[in-house]
């Protein structure tokens, strides 16, 4: 199989993040590919790096007739067979009539962008029972999970972000988005008093952000860390992680907190109340709920035992499904099966 992989996403984000990971991982497993991205210098130069060159082409609106017709060239050119599309700009460019065409997809977008497609990656289960209820054939609809592979690196030092080290830490990580609920994070962070947060992510909702830390008081005991290279070195910082999103496909940084050995605590916003087990591989609280936030924080900052227990339990969880070689195992499978069945 030579397998097409296109991206026009933006410069950061989770999914733009797992595309690199994902492309690297297939390279490292003798994957023939070809990578086809919107130019983001620092993307092209990690997927260099890493021994892939990809293809810089405009991924724009509807009026790019530049960038399906490039990809045809590259199709015809590289005798490419499947093509993996990630999310809705990159699916309505990919030429579907080429070869055949699979979408893998994070969040619950609307089927209706999907209809060309030849088969659908789900990276959760109840995604997959989303595609299928809006009727794309059984067959060819498949859960594929994320993975992550935790660094060597040592974590984040305390003192380079001005928090004593004696301090409780609770780390967060995400887009700064009304979606990721880092207001609700702030919130809870008012009513505990002595408690450092981290949040590392770059996002619209900074500004605002920083004014309710302001308001509430809790500037001097906030710090947004913008992006960072590696989210396990922040995770590792932290004696507990939050994940208070408003809504979520999957939640990667489940599997950074997991493998990172952090207990975390998470709303129950879709791919989270699929993954987690409820007081064992973490604990849900009600989305948007500041109160119930803030009390599970204080419980697993305020019982080792506890800790102990969701990370112990999380660890096995995350090496029996979530390791690079299982899913990268899983994708070997989905794909070629889609491949045999062909075009729709």
């Known amino acids: 199989?030579?397998?097409?992989?296109?991206?026009?996403?933006?410069?950061?984000?989770?999914?733009?993040?797992?595309?690199?990971?994902?492309?690297?991982?297939?390279?490292?497993?003798?994957?023939?590919?070809?990578?086809?991205?919107?130019?983001?210098?620092?993307?092209?130069?990690?997927?260099?790096?890493?021994?892939?060159?990809?293809?810089?082409?405009?991924?724009?609106?509807?009026?790019?007739?530049?960038?399906?017709?490039?990809?045809?060239?590259?199709?015809?050119?590289?005798?490419?067979?499947?093509?993996?599309?990630?999310?809705?700009?990159?699916t309505a460019r990919t030429p579907s009539n080429a070869l055949v065409h699979v979408a893998?997809?994070?969040?619950?977008?609307?089927?209706?962008?999907?209809?060309?497609?030849?088969?659908?990656?789900?990276?959760?289960?109840?995604?997959?029972?989303?595609?299928?209820?809006?009727?794309?054939?059984?067959?060819?609809?498949?859960?594929?999970?994320?993975?992550?592979?935790?660094?060597?690196?040592p974590p984040l030092a305390r003192a380079a972000w001005s928090t004593p080290e004696d301090a409780p830490l609770v780390v967060a990580v995400g887009r700064l988005h009304v979606n990721k609920a880092f207001d609700v994070l702030i919130g809870a962070l008012a009513e505990m008093p002595g408690v450092y947060c981290w949040i590392a992510g770059e996002g619209p909702a900074r500004a605002e952000l920083e004014v309710q830390a302001a308001r509430l008081g809790v500037a001097e005991r906030l710090r947004l860390l913008g992006w960072q290279p590696d989210p396990g070195a922040v995770i590792r910082a932290g004696d507990v992680m939050a994940m208070p999103s408003r809504s979520?496909?999957?939640?990667?940084?489940?599997?950074?907190?997991?493998?990172?050995?952090?207990?975390?605590?998470?709303?129950?916003?879709?791919?989270?109340?699929?993954?987690?087990?409820?007081?064992?591989?973490?604990?849900?609280?009600?989305v948007d709920d500041v109160d119930a936030l803030r009390l599970a924080l204080q419980r697993v900052l305020g019982e080792r035992g506890l800790r102990e227990d969701l990370v112990a339990q999380a660890w096995d969880a995350y090496r029996a499904d979530f390791t690079e070689e299982a899913v990268v195992a899983r994708y070997g499978e989905v794909l070629s099966q889609l491949l045999a069945l062909g075009k729709l």
């Not at 994902?22 to 919107?38: E, F, K, S, W, Y």
């Not at 977008?109 to 997959?128: E, F, H, M, N, W």
Request: net charge positive.
């Open 104 to 153: 893998r997809i994070g969040h619950y977008y609307d089927p209706k962008y999907y209809r060309r497609c030849d088969g659908i990656v789900a990276i959760t289960r109840d995604l997959r029972r989303h595609m299928v209820e809006a009727g794309f054939p059984t067959e060819r609809v498949h859960y594929v999970p994320n993975f992550y592979t935790p660094s060597d690196a």
């Open 248 to 286: 979520e496909g999957f939640g990667t940084v489940i599997l950074e907190a997991w493998a990172n050995r952090v207990p975390l605590v998470a709303a129950a916003s879709e791919g989270p109340r699929e993954t987690i087990t409820q007081g064992r591989t973490g604990l849900l609280v009600p």
């Open 1 to 90: 199989m030579h397998l097409l992989q296109t991206l026009g996403g933006a410069r950061q984000g989770g999914a733009e993040t797992f595309f690199v990971r994902l492309v690297l991982a297939l390279q490292r497993a003798g994957q023939t590919q070809t990578v086809a991205i919107r130019g983001w210098p620092e993307r092209m130069a990690t997927l260099r790096a890493g021994g892939i060159e990809p293809v810089a082409l405009p991924f724009g609106g509807a009026l790019d007739l530049v960038t399906p017709w490039r990809l045809r060239r590259l199709i015809r050119a590289r005798g490419c067979d499947l093509a993996l599309s990630w999310m809705n700009r990159a």
